[in-house]
């Protein structure tokens, strides 16, 4: 039932992202900006966290659960430090996924070629 839950979500937040695609003339950089806010959105609404909840792991694999990360660190910072510990503890929470993507981005370039 775990595999269920967790496919389900991850699919529907998938699916959303594919038919906002396929409908409009956004590009896939202009949709997972949506799915980052969307996922600080909801987790500023205390929604993300049910989510969470009843899919275990479904709502930690989509670009989503970076938004909800990027809040929860902001705003930790921002109770622990006030506002300046806001910024302060957004990036350190959040730092070892961003250099993960910048390395494997380059690792990656240097394997591929693009083609026309």
């Known amino acids: 039932m775990i595999y269920l839950k967790s496919f389900l979500v991850c699919g529907f937040i998938c699916l959303i992202a594919e038919i906002i695609l396929d409908n409009t003339k956004l590009t896939p950089g202009h949709i997972t900006s949506m799915l980052v806010i ?10 993300y966290d049910y989510i969470a909840d009843f899919s275990l792991v479904g709502s930690s694999i989509p670009i989503t659960s970076f938004g909800n990360a990027l809040y929860k660190a902001a705003l930790e910072g921002f109770t622990d430090k006030g506002f300046i510990g806001m910024f302060s503890n957004l990036l350190t929470t959040t730092s070892a996924g961003i250099s ?10 240097l394997l591929f070629r693009i083609r026309d």
């Open 38 to 47: 969307s996922g600080a959105l909801l987790s500023f609404l205390g929604i």
């Open 100 to 109: 993960g993507a910048v390395f494997f981005g380059f690792i990656f370039s």
